[in-house]
């Protein structure tokens, strides 16, 4: 099961025609991972001291219909593959029940020099239940 995060569109998140801009879906994608990770326990700020960050190395979005002003949006996030530096997220954004946005993300872990690291073993056992079996092949 996908963990889940909801928001409402705000004006300032608008473009010119009036719908949802494009780079505001970027942002909503990674408060969606946020959110995933601080409801596991995983505090960016611990992490931080003890010199790990999660770093986006990939994304790929697709934009599947347009969003208003004022609708409300679910986040949805789960992780599809993890590796000894690096993980696979899968997210998508619904709004009521149509999928409006799809992003896969490559996520490392690096050490504060922005160098790629072995995940700690507490970052791999927090993130093991999100592990989903879901595979997008797109």
């Known amino acids: 099961m996908p963990h889940r995060h909801n928001v409402k569109v705000r004006f300032y998140e608008l473009d010119p025609y009036g719908h949802l801009n494009h780079s505001a879906y970027i942002q909503l994608f990674e408060t969606g ?10 505090s960016l700020n611990e992490l931080e001291k003890n010199n790990f960050r999660f770093v986006v190395s990939q994304i790929e979005t697709a934009f599947l219909k ?3 002003a004022g609708s409300f949006l679910t986040i949805e996030t789960e992780i599809i593959e993890m590796r000894r530096a690096s993980s696979l997220w899968w997210q998508q954004i619904v709004n009521k029940t149509d999928v409006v946005a799809t992003q896969r993300a490559r996520v490392a872990i690096t050490n504060r020099d ?3 690291v072995r995940a700690p073993q507490q970052i791999i056992e927090a993130l093991t239940p999100s592990l989903s079996s879901f595979k997008n092949d797109e």
């Open 114 to 116: 922005g160098k790629p």
């Open 66 to 68: 347009p969003v208003e």
């Open 33 to 42: 991972r946020i959110e995933m990770l601080e409801d596991l326990g995983i």
